[in-house]
DNA sequence: ACTCCTTGATTGAACGATCAATCTAACATT
DNA sequence: AATGTTAGATTGATCGTTCAATCAAGGAGT
């Protein structure tokens, strides 16, 4: 074929991705990857031992993935630091929209479904997680004294997170967005108070130097 | 047999929803559940028309059983209906500690590998979740005047199983518990905020009493 | 008390389908 | 020729499910 040597490889790689999105790990068989990627077994195989490290595979790609499928296009969209959270959010409840409130965060799902059994799995699970919110973070720490001086910004970070991806699990429960809604507002309503609190502390900062 | 006519179902209702909260849904071969509960085929098949449908029954089971084994005790430790809402969070804490941060929230792990795909399994799902929320939602709105009166107590008690689930997936996905924790801290932020907001507007209505 | 019939529960071997994985042979490029 | 890659039939195990047979228990009729 005129494909160059490492097409197969990352045909497998997408498709897998695509279709544990779609079914989860356990419901996806292998010979299902292979006809949706047009790949024999053989191939398969040769690049991968087994589909446990294929999932690891998907993972290590999924890592690479994150910034320029997702973060660029919020950060290329919203410039406010702030409010680059809330348009990530919006990203992802876009994608559920799209979907019928359905498949949600790929991650996310393998995390509930695989991780206790594989510790390599798990440990990338944990890698594209921190990664996440590592991104997230600098956006927070971006925020400078809008922000209180006293907020943890990875505890938050990781709130951020936990915000997605319990919002997310709830629409797909419910068929509807509403949870997701519910949860986004109550947690603008908490990044509210904190940049309140924070414009205090800077008036108080301020009446200090006069 | 000395057994009652109905020991056979629910031996195989308790052993399923083991295996499927330690072992996921697809990961848990019926095989197993006859294995573990002591039953032949035939019984299973006798009671239940194929495996989805014993997820059904599971998940109608459990709508039952989260009250007694879950919410009574948390009422029964903690007076404060707001410090329940940490009070039921400590205790899914407990859970994960007691299992290395495996296995998480067993509706929650199929709300994400089943919901898609079983319509009526999607159901039960959404109202076990419901039935969680409203739960504590009783305990927010017994919280009075503690809260601000612009609050939205719906809103907020979905709020709360969002952060539990997301705190359980990142601790799993991390290994331990420090995700779980930090999502909880900055949960505590919240509805400490929210607390000083109520206390201001009571002083404040206090003050146009006067 | 005795037999007959029904009912619901249980048994466990067996089924076809599908699973992940393997194998050898052939292909392409150097 | 050598190496890396692909083709695709094939393996044995396991999957969910079926089904004819068996068992225990309880009326109904005599």
Known sequence: MGLEPQDTKARILEVAFRLFH???????????????????SGSLYHYFSGKEQL???????????LRPQVMDAVEARTADPLERIFSLLEQYRDGMKLFGCRMGCPIGNLALEVADDHPEARQLIHRNFANWAAIVKGWLDAAGDRLPPTCNREQLSRMVLTVMEGAIMQARAAGNLQPFDDSVAQFRAYID?????????RSAVAAMGA
């Open 55 to 65: 999932l690891v595979g998907v993972l290590e790609w999924a890592l690479g993935e």
């Open 22 to 40: 779609e079914q989860g790990y356990h419901a996806t068989s292998v010979a299902t990857i292979l006809r949706e990627a047009g790949v024999n």
């Open 193 to 201: 108070a904190l940049k309140r609190e924070a414009a205090r502390s």
